[in-house]
């Protein structure tokens, strides 16, 4: 008994030295102190400086004519900038327009449009909104017990050509504005009372990218990401699914650790794949060895009983929650969503799980009404929600996108064809494709990688060398997808086609150069990568040179593609060609083809550049959809044209339609798929309906009529409730409508916002694509009877208050909570 009393009293004694005198000269992690993985949003309150800032250098801490550690914490506090134009001094000045703001940023959407007519083929063509330098700083603190971890900084997107300091010392540059950059911030940070920590950051934003518009600054997310030095690395895990049935799937995860101590370190790694219900499969290895300040690539295979197989339809996802043990410490988790599903192209299309998938797809650019290119997460969301309600499945990047997109068409269930920006070899051009093939390659949603587009060396010589060293670099990293080009010339030129998995076709429709190679070419794997590019401007039927405004009752510019929804009856009629990308789902800033000046916004998208929706878009949802669907137009508003000839046009996918002029019957048409149907009227003012009809009986009508005089303003907002999170948005459209709550197809109202609780308007838009009203501001123009507002909510709960009024017209409002 006194034995197990001295044994007892011993353990005790140890127990408070342990506590009194701790252990020293260990690391947190050799105490058995777990460092716990934490990814910290890092967009809020950042301070802007538009314009340059003359810096000769920066910093070189101590030395010679450098400056010493107390100068270094000036750089530059909350109202102060160092002017860096001696060279063993400096002075601090004081200018005014440093302004605090949240990430993702667009400045350049804040600017006036230029109209300068020597640009020739420079992005929106003569009409464009000026770029240039600009600053982001921000003050932080690290506290004294993250001491030992690792601290980087992930950008998930800068455009473009940044600079990045953090406490005065240059931490490096990144030219790209489409792929993210990560700096190691552990070195230069100071803990705890070592005093606070400032990143700076230029931004250059004179050079483009594209032939788009392209804004400027951090325009995606930012984020603080905190481990243990032993860790899994950047894009560290590799999913894939080697064989699938209905019974079961195979798993393999390779998973590459980074050991950052001086010391070599054991190491377990737990893997465990979790569904909805719980975890279904659990692997875990043996105890391995990392070398000092090395990496470890461990292979780890399982198998899913009765998986539950990934599509469109079903997106259903697994996650891989990694573990990793420095002998018995936690020291690391990391999370990885993949999904279980079969791709294959062959000669006789595309194939989803086993079966032909054609692909239903949009091409895309990043911007949007009101905010320009940084897209609250909301606005990507609300874009991708439009889309799907479309019928579309597919979604075509144009260049690496956001990975919150690739996350949201994941779980939503659309198609990604993930698109590198330029065909090039070059160290900095192989380095940005293989970010996005790391990034991106355990995306279920993404089924291609393509290399290029339209690049003008297509079927060259260095072309094909160049392409060679992408689809070969693209193979060894992601060998479980095809890689493609979008090619419109050169695919039959010099062996460029023969580079590639699937050859891409834009624009293949015309000549039927797809179907043409398809016979000529009985090795070729073919893809319509994108079509259509027809043109119009929402709620316009006649061409207007003037106001840069395009019909859509006709088919104008360009000559390459057709009326809205005929090129899926190629689709249809070919299904080896896979499925196609319509250019475009959205209108877009630039690209404002057939017109110049004063026009500044493309016609190329089924909806316009605030998702409003123009006539095409019921082309593609009538090819795309069982829903029956059956849209009439042009509006039925048409003062002076009375016993005028005015055409009247019909998507639809029924077999009949019937058309009725205020009460009376026009008559029936068959439809032909894919086709319009038109119908020559006589204009008379009243009531325009069409009825749609499925074996003989009537499925769906529409209707339109002859308004009177605008009256009202009515909002409808998509939310109601938003998180109190800073970041949440509600996108709220405006309409005009007249006494009997019909909208003024022809309504140009001004409407003026107004806005109380805590929220604020961060854009407007109307779709007007030579509108050069500013979209940060408290007004807008309806376009046609449209504008839209955007609403984001601080960080405090309550109601949000939106009042929209107008001179002459009956205001409204809408509530919005906040919690």
């Known amino acids: 008994m006194n034995r197990i009393f001295n044994v007892l009293i011993f353990f005790v004694l140890l127990l408070l030295a342990i506590l009194i005198f701790p252990v020293t000269g260990l690391t947190q992690s050799q105490q058995g102190i777990a460092f716990k993985r934490v990814k910290e949003n890092f967009d809020q309150r950042w301070q802007f400086h538009k314009g340059d800032i003359a810096m000769k250098r920066v910093v070189q801490a101590g030395g010679q004519g450098g400056l010493t550690d107390t100068n270094v914490n000036v750089i530059p506090t909350k109202d102060t900038v160092i002017d860096y134009t001696n060279e063993n001094s400096f002075k601090v000045f004081y200018p005014e327009d440093w302004k605090e703001i949240n990430v993702p940023h667009d400045w350049v959407i804040e600017g006036t449009f230029v109209n300068d007519n020597t640009l020739g083929s420079q992005p929106a ?33 800068i455009f473009r050509n940044s600079t990045v300091w953090v406490n005065g010392h240059l931490l490096g540059n990144h030219a790209s504005g489409y792929t993210p950059s990560n700096y190691d911030l552990t070195d230069v940070l100071r803990y705890g009372d070592e005093g606070k920590n400032v990143i700076l950051i230029k931004v250059d934003a004179r050079e483009y990218e594209g032939w788009w518009y392209e804004g400027g600054g951090i325009y995606r997310h930012v984020w603080l990401v905190k481990t243990d030095k032993l860790h899994v690395d950047r894009f560290g895990t590799y999913v894939t699914t080697p064989s699938v049935s209905a019974d079961q799937a195979s798993v393999s995860i390779k998973t590459t650790l980074s050991n950052e101590y001086k010391t070599p370190r054991n190491v377990t790694l737990l893997s465990k794949i979790i569904d909805h219900h719980g975890v279904v499969l659990e692997t875990k290895t043996s105890s391995l060895q990392i070398n000092s300040f090395s990496k470890i690539e461990v292979s780890q295979q399982g198998t899913i009983l009765k998986p539950m197989l990934w599509s469109p339809e079903t997106p259903t996802l697994y996650k891989i929650l990694t573990e ?63 889309l799907k309600e479309a019928g579309c499945n597919g979604y075509r990047t144009h260049h690496p996108s956001t990975p919150e997109l690739l996350h949201m068409c994941d779980s939503m269930g659309i198609l990604v064809l993930a698109e590198n920006r330029h065909l090039s070899s ?135 593609g057709p009326f809205p929804g005929e090129d899926w009856a190629d689709i249809v009629k070919y299904p080896f060609l896979g499925g196609t990308f319509v250019w475009t789902g959205f209108d877009y800033r630039g690209e404002p083809t057939p ?39 042009p509006h039925w508003n048409w003062p002076g044209k ?49 009825k749609g009809y499925r074996d003989g009986k009537v499925v769906t009508k529409d209707l339109i009529e002859t308004t009177t005089a605008p009256s009202q303003i009515t909002l409808a907002s998509n939310s109601t409730v938003l998180a ?50 500013p979209d940060k501001a408290m007004q807008r ?22 009042t929209a009024r107008s001179e002459k017209l009956k205001g409204n409002e809408v509530m919005i909570k906040v919690k």
């Open 125 to 157: 063509v003569s009409g464009y909104l000026p770029t240039g330098i600009s600053f982001y700083r921000k003050e932080f603190q690290i506290q004294a017990t993250e001491s030992g971890r690792k601290i980087s900084i992930e950008f998930d997107g």
């Open 324 to 386: 990793v043990w420095d002998d018995k410490n936690l020291v690391d988790t990391y999370e990885t969503m993949f999904g279980v599903r079969t791709i294959e192209f062959n000669r006789n299309g595309f194939f989803l799980n086993g079966k032909l998938y054609p692909v239903k797809g949009t091409s895309n650019h990043q911007d949007f009404a009101g905010i320009g290119v940084a897209l609250p997460d909301k606005i990507n969301w609300y874009k991708l929600k439009l």
């Open 426 to 560: 070059s160290e900095e051009g192989l380095k940005d494709l293989k970010t996005m093939l790391y990034r991106d390659r355990n995306h279920p949603c993404v089924f291609i990688w393509s290399m290029e587009n339209e690049e003008c060396i297509q079927g060259s010589v260095t072309g094909i060398r160049i392409l060679e060293t992408l689809v070969e670099t693209t193979h060894s990293i992601d060998p479980t997808r095809p890689v493609t080009a979008a090619m419109n010339h050169g695919r039959n030129e010099g062996g460029y086609s023969e580079v590639l998995d699937v050859v891409g076709y834009n624009y293949g429709d015309k000549k039927m150069a797809y179907v043409k190679d398809h016979e000529n070419h009985p090795e070729r794997i073919v893809f319509c990568t994108e079509s259509t590019s027809f043109i119009s401007t929402r709620g316009e039927y006649e061409n207007n040179w003037g106001k840069g405004y395009v019909s859509s009752l006709s088919k104008w510019a360009p000559d390459w």
């Open 595 to 633: 017109y110049r000046w004063p026009c500044v916004t493309s016609h190329f998208g089924f909806m316009d550049i605030c998702g409003f929706p123009k006539d095409g878009y019921y082309a593609y949802k009538a090819a795309w959809t069982n829903n029956p669907i059956v849209h009439i137009f």
């Open 642 to 690: 009375d016993g005028e000839n005015v055409p009247v046009h019909c998507y639809t996918n029924c077999e009949e339609v019937e058309l009725f002029l205020n009460g009376k019957s026009i008559g029936k048409q068959k439809a032909v798929p894919y086709k319009k149907l038109v119908w020559n009227l006589t204009y008379t003012p009243g009531t325009l309906q069409a």
């Open 724 to 773: 109190a999170d800073g970041c949440d948005v509600a996108v709220i459209r405006v309409a005009v409508k007249d006494a009997k709550g019909r909208v003024v197809p022809i309504a140009d109202n001004l409407i003026t916002f107004s806005i109380e609780g805590p929220g604020k308007i961060i854009g407007t838009g109307n779709g007007d694509p030579s509108s050069h009203e």
């Open 781 to 802: 123009k309806a376009f046609n009877g449209y504008c839209l507002v955007l609403v984001q909510a601080d960080k405090q709960v309550g109601e949000i208050r939106l």
